[in-house]
């Protein structure tokens, strides 16, 4: 019974483990906002209107695509895709995340 016990804790130990290391990830608005981020940095101040229009029509198409991934390929894709978006420098890196 004792050795039971200790083996199913271990099992849900690795469980979570692993879901910490390849399924959680940033939620779609957060990665978008990072994107964001990346083109406002790229664009500078220099057209500030402008740019605060092109990035609110970004985050929108970037949100429903990255919700349109999590549903469509699931949750490990996702995260991969998150992991990699937000360790992103430049957004070409960010966009070849695909």
Same mark, same amino acid.
């Given at each position: 019974?004792?050795?039971?016990?200790?083996?199913?804790?271990?099992?849900?130990?690795?469980?979570?483990?692993?879901?910490?290391?390849?399924?959680?990830?940033?939620?779609?608005?957060?990665?978008?906002?990072?994107? +964001?981020?990346?083109?406002?940095?790229?664009?500078?101040?220099?057209?500030?209107? +402008?740019?605060?229009?092109?990035?609110?029509?970004?985050?929108?198409?970037c949100r429903?695509?990255?919700?349109?991934?999590?549903?469509?390929?699931?949750?490990?894709?996702?995260? !991969?895709?998150?992991?990699?978006?937000? +360790?992103?420098?430049?957004?070409?890196?960010?966009? !070849?995340?695909?």
């Open positions: 019974m004792k050795l039971a016990a200790i083996f199913i804790s271990l099992f849900l130990a690795l469980l979570a483990a692993l879901w910490l290391a390849f399924v959680r990830a940033a939620p779609p608005h957060e990665v978008c906002q990072r994107k +964001a981020d990346i083109l406002r940095a790229e664009a500078g101040n220099e057209h500030g209107e +402008a740019v605060e229009r092109l990035l609110d029509q970004y985050r929108l198409g429903k695509q990255a919700e349109a991934l999590l549903q469509l390929r699931g949750k490990l894709v996702y995260a !991969r895709h998150a992991k990699c978006v937000m +360790a992103a420098r430049t957004l070409s890196e960010a966009e !070849r995340c695909g």
